[in-house]
């Protein structure tokens, strides 16, 4: 049985009837299944605004954010255009982490959106203690990888160098190549699962590529 969505919101929202209307206008692309849910959501805001209307407005924005990050994951929502999958990414996931192992970097690499929109690196720290961010050529390699995955914007793993099968081959490559044996490289390329000895040194001389 369909509900009366308006007469929900007046009750939810305690307003009047026009201002019922005006909200059930701006949230219209919440279904009916999920607005329960969203009036639950609107509560962590009303301790934050002495304001109900900005209250409100807050958390419309951020729950159709949840709405369309859900959707993306999915696969049930795509970007037509790379500068608009961009704007989403900086507005949505500024402040957080929005997906890892994307190339050129290694799994275990998690990257985020910083206050000023651009991509830090928060596998590594520079010199001033603090995630570096990407360099031009890195943050578009990103993007147009990320344009062409889409379902992997917002997935977020945490995978340890220990657990990470990129990481501890280029380990072994780093130590072979320090001690001149090519030849172990040629061998290891043809069983990727010859198990070799590393030296705790050989993660220090490891490439993983940061921004300055």
């Excluded at 909200?23 to 692309?29: F, M, P, V």
């Excluded at 299944?33 to 409100?56: G, P």
């Excluded at 985020?112 to 520079?126: H, L, R, Y």
């Amino acid at each position: 049985m369909a509900i009366d969505r308006v007469e929900l919101i007046m009750q939810a929202v305690e307003c009047n009837k026009v201002q019922a209307m005006i909200y059930e206008d701006e949230i219209r692309d919440i279904p009916d299944s999920r607005l329960m849910d969203f009036f639950k959501f609107r509560l962590q805001f009303l301790e934050r605004y002495v304001s109900k209307e900005l209250a409100m407005k807050k958390a419309i924005t951020a729950y159709k954010t949840i709405l369309a990050k859900e959707a993306i994951k999915q696969g049930k929502y795509a970007f037509d255009s790379l500068e608009a999958m961009i704007d989403f990414i900086r507005q949505a996931y500024k402040g957080q982490e929005f997906c890892y192992g994307v190339p050129p970097f290694y799994d275990v690499v998690r990257l985020a959106i910083d206050e000023d929109g651009d991509i830090i690196n928060k596998f590594s720290v520079n010199s001033y203690g603090k995630y570096p961010k990407l360099s031009g050529e890195d943050t578009q390699a990103v993007f147009e990888w990320l344009f062409n995955h889409q379902y992997r914007i917002g997935e977020v793993k945490f995978i340890s160098v220990e657990n990470s099968a990129r990481y501890q081959a280029k380990k072994q490559e780093i130590e072979l190549r320090e001690k001149g044996q090519d030849q172990i490289i040629d061998k290891i390329n043809k069983d990727p699962d010859a198990p070799l000895p590393i030296s705790p040194k050989v993660g220090a001389m490891l490439a993983i590529r940061t921004a300055v």
